[in-house]
Structure formats: structure tokens, C-alpha cells
């Protein structure tokens, strides 16, 4: 289970007169955990595996980043999973206010491995000696220019056998699939106690906010930077979750 208590998502349960680009500001950072469990299919499955990957790659005197690591849940991932000495994780977010919730999540519990938390830009980190990077539902919000970059900087930062674990929203080419597979989502945000209202709301708040790729791009990307292995470890719906290795 998670680490983190929360309030209850209500961030778009009234009407609002104006609808705003979405925000990582406090007001979200507040609800994040409950709204984040409530609208993405399978997270803590993902965060659940994360860790089992983490026992796998991790290594002694290693560095592990967690790209824009929002309340810091996947950096706990790690955090519990890694048994070397000599490691660090870097926890960057440019949220000031969800890396604050971060920080004091993080270090209530006394794991072994020290976290750095970085109030700052994933696209200007310096990422060296990596083990593991993650970016767990980050890619989807940058501009489609910095993606590539990104992957580019985080394969030349990772050491040989490294882990790169990427989850993302997708938009599939199929626009009948691609209708079919967002209402069967909606489906499951009602299941979890949205209204429409909220639903609506949320969705035209994250319009060029959230712009997902599809799986195509994500494997074409991996290869453009220099992946040879990587493959879809978990999808439901239109959430996927990927793994790519720097070869030895």
C-alpha cells in the first residue's frame, strides 16, 4: 500500500466558471495520492513492481533518479527495495509544492538509501552512474521537442544494464479504439466516485497539458536514443507501463 495519507480529490467537484490549465500547485498536491489511486488503472500495481525491478537493478554505488517524482511514491519504491550501500536518489520535481509534501512523505521513514530532492527541471538534470531512472507519468506532460532529448540524456546516464522504467498514457491510432478505450475509462473514474462533471472538467483542464503517445512512438524513441531492449511490461486501458535496458 502507499506510504501517503491524503485528502479526498475534489479539486473539480463544483462547477467552475472558468476551467484553468492544470496545475501541480498546492491545491493538487493536497489530493494527489487519492487522486492519482482513483484515476490511474493499476498504479500501485506499478509502483508494487517498480520495487521488484528495483531489487533487480540495483547495484552498489549507484545513483537513481525519479523524474519528476511529484509525492515521491516511486522514489519510496526504490527506496525500500534497494540493498546496497553507497547509493543515492535523486527526487526532482518542478513543483515546489508537491517536492515540499515529497521531502516530508520521504523522510518519515528511515530507509537506508539518502534522497537528494531537486526543486528544478528534468530536461537541465545532470543524470550519471544511474541504475534505475523512472519516470512515472512525466513524459506525458513535457513538450513533444523535449521527449527525445530527455530519453537521449537518460540512456547516456544510465550504466550498462541499466533500467530505464517508463509509464505513460496512451492515444492509439485506431480512432474507434481509441474512443472505445477512453469511454471504458471514464467508466472506471465513475466506478471510483467522479461525476461527469469532474471528468469533464478535469479533461479540459489537461488539454495541452497531458499529451499522451502512442506505443509506437514510445518504442521508436527507446530505439532513437540507443535502446536495444525494452518492451511493454503492463497495460489496462489506455495507462502502459514500459521497460527499457542499456545493454551490457
Known amino acids: 500500500m502507499s506510504d501517503i495519507s491524503t485528502l479526498p480529490d ?77 547509493g543515492t536518489i535523486y527526487a526532482i520535481d518542478n513543483s515546489e509544492a508537491m517536492l515540499k509534501r515529497c521531502q516530508q512523505h520521504v523522510n518519515a521513514f528511515n530507509y537506508t538509501t539518502p534522497v537528494k530532492f531537486i526543486n528544478g527541471d528534468i530536461n537541465t538534470l545532470t543524470i550519471e552512474n544511474a541504475a534505475i531512472v523512472v519516470l512515472n507519468f512525466t513524459l506525458q506532460f513535457l513538450t513533444l521537442e523535449q521527449r527525445q532529448p530527455l530519453l537521449n540524456k537518460i540512456y547516456q546516464g544510465l550504466k550498462p544494464g541499466g533500467l530505464l522504467f517508463l509509464s505513460e498514457k496512451l492515444f492509439f491510432p485506431n480512432s474507434e479504439m481509441n474512443e472505445l478505450l477512453t469511454n471504458l475509462y471514464h467508466d472506471f473514474k465513475r466506478r471510483n466516485g467522479y461525476s461527469d462533471l469532474e471528468i469533464s472538467q478535469k479533461r479540459s483542464a489537461l488539454e495541452n497539458v497531458l499529451r499522451p503517445d502512442t506505443l509506437d512512438t514510445h518504442y521508436q524513441r527507446l530505439k532513437t536514443a540507443g535502446f536495444n531492449t525494452f518492451n511493454t511490461w503492463y497495460q489496462q486501458l489506455n495507462f502502459c507501463s514500459l521497460i527499457a535496458v542499456k545493454d551490457v
Open 10 to 86: 475534489r479539486v473539480f467537484a463544483q462547477p467552475l466558471d472558468t476551467i484553468h490549465r492544470f496545475r501541480f500547485d498546492e491545491q493538487v498536491a493536497e489530493v494527489f495520492p487519492d487522486m492519482i489511486q482513483r484515476s490511474i488503472p493499476g498504479y500501485q500495481t506499478i509502483l508494487d513492481t517498480l520495487g521488484i525491478f528495483t531489487q533487480k537493478f540495483a547495484t552498489p554505488d549507484a545513483n537513481y533518479y525519479d523524474l519528476g517524482c511529484s509525492l515521491g511514491a516511486a522514489t519510496q519504491a526504490m527506496r525500500r527495495n534497494i540493498n546496497y550501500p553507497g
